[in-house]
């Protein structure tokens, strides 16, 4: 498997691509899908690659129809992580600052989106692929996916890849897929927490859907409330984050939704969501 892992790799690194790695965006029935659509360089995250869904979740993620975003890629690698063509001693340290810089700000852009950015992976997911669906706010994959950290049989280290995956999973599972590079199975990634649900190839288009459908019939302005919570009580202690959890529990009652939200349950009927705060 690591063989076949690192031949993908050097076959995306030493080919010689000149055009631009970009990925679409595409919105149906409230859930938009950017598509990583560069299969002749195994989907890298060039820093074209990085802006264009940068891009696309900055610019979609305040449309009020909207309530997720699927992050897919096209072929059978989701993404064999950066691009080391731009990271040659050519390029110098400020591009390659620029590289790193523009990968931390997409993973922000993840955590700060207000609706939820679920990773639907098929296939090899490496080093900075690994990352991103590491910090998206689920990950969906098929059976036949592998997820690895492999740079340092390329002489550098996952070192930003391994912040998202230590977070993610247990520190002897991050420490085995960085320091060996080797790559895990979809059902170990599973058990390990690195993917929320593992399901045969042939049905995770259906799998993404039913959960896409889930989070649309809540109230976008409630998601927003809770994830942006969420990820803010992580950092806390215990007490505090109770503390803070109460004060946005009450917060979320006095909202358009939260009141419409319990009235719906006492009169036993559907919801009505305005979708806003």
Same mark, same amino acid.
């Given at each position: 498997?690591?063989?076949?892992?690192?031949?993908?790799?050097?076959?995306?690194?030493?080919?010689?691509?000149?055009?631009?790695?970009?990925?679409?965006?595409?919105?149906?029935?409230?859930?938009?899908?950017?598509?990583?659509?560069?299969?002749?360089?195994?989907?890298?995250?060039?820093?074209?690659?990085?802006?264009?869904?940068?891009?696309?979740?900055?610019?979609?993620?305040?449309?009020?129809?909207?309530?997720?975003?699927?992050?897919?890629?096209?072929?059978?690698?989701?993404?064999?992580?950066?691009?080391?063509?731009?990271?040659?001693?050519?390029?110098?340290?400020?591009?390659?600052?620029?590289?790193?810089?523009?990968?931390?700000?997409?993973?922000?852009?993840?955590?700060?989106?207000?609706?939820?950015?679920?990773?639907?992976?098929?296939?090899?997911?490496?080093?900075?692929?690994?990352?991103? *669906?590491?910090?998206?706010?689920? %990950? !969906?994959? #098929?059976?036949?996916?592998?997820?690895?950290?492999? @740079?340092?049989? /390329?002489?550098?280290?996952?070192?930003?890849?391994?912040?998202?995956?230590?977070?993610?999973?247990?520190?002897?599972?991050?420490?085995?897929?960085?320091?060996?590079?080797?790559?895990?199975?979809?059902?170990?990634?599973?058990?390990?927490?690195?993917?929320?649900?593992?399901?045969?190839?042939?049905?995770?288009?259906?799998? *993404?859907?039913?959960?896409?459908? %889930? !989070?649309? #019939?809540?109230?976008?302005?409630?998601?927003?409330? @809770?994830?942006? /919570?969420?990820?803010?009580?992580?950092?806390?202690?215990?007490?505090?984050?109770?503390?803070?959890?109460?004060?946005?529990?009450?917060?979320?009652?006095?909202?358009?939704?939260?009141?419409?939200?319990?009235?719906?349950?006492?009169?036993?009927?559907?919801?009505?969501?305005?979708?806003?705060?």
């Amino acid at each position: 498997m690591i063989t076949r892992v690192g031949s993908i790799l050097r076959k995306l690194h030493l080919t010689g691509v000149s055009q631009k790695c970009l990925s679409t965006y595409t919105c149906r029935d409230g859930v938009g899908t950017i598509l990583l659509d560069n299969e002749k360089t195994r989907n890298s995250l060039s820093l074209d690659m990085m802006n264009s869904i940068h891009s696309n979740i900055v610019d979609n993620q305040h449309d009020t129809e909207l309530r997720c975003i699927v992050l897919a890629a096209q072929g059978r690698v989701f993404s064999a992580g950066h691009n080391l063509k731009e990271l040659t001693p050519e390029h110098g340290s400020d591009r390659h600052r620029q590289v790193f810089d523009k990968c931390s700000e997409l993973i922000d852009a993840i955590r700060l989106a207000p609706v939820p950015i679920i990773a639907k992976v098929d296939g090899l997911a490496a080093a900075a692929g690994c990352q991103l *669906v590491a910090s998206c706010d689920m %990950a !969906i994959c #098929s059976d036949i996916s592998t997820f690895s950290t492999p @740079g340092a049989s /390329f002489g550098i280290f996952c070192s930003t890849p391994g912040i998202a995956v230590v977070r993610a999973i247990p520190r002897m599972r991050a420490a085995y897929m960085l320091f060996t590079g080797l790559p895990i199975t979809a059902s170990e990634a599973l058990e390990a927490g690195l993917v929320s649900k593992v399901v045969p190839k042939a049905q995770l288009n259906e799998e *993404v859907d039913t959960i896409c459908k %889930a !989070i649309a #019939s809540k109230s976008r302005a409630v998601i927003a409330l @809770g994830k942006n /919570f969420f990820y803010k009580q992580i950092p806390l202690d215990v007490p505090a984050a109770y503390e803070l959890g109460a004060q946005v529990m009450v917060e979320n009652l006095a909202t358009t939704d939260g009141r419409e939200g319990i009235k719906s349950f006492v009169e036993k009927r559907p919801p009505r969501w305005s979708h806003q705060g």
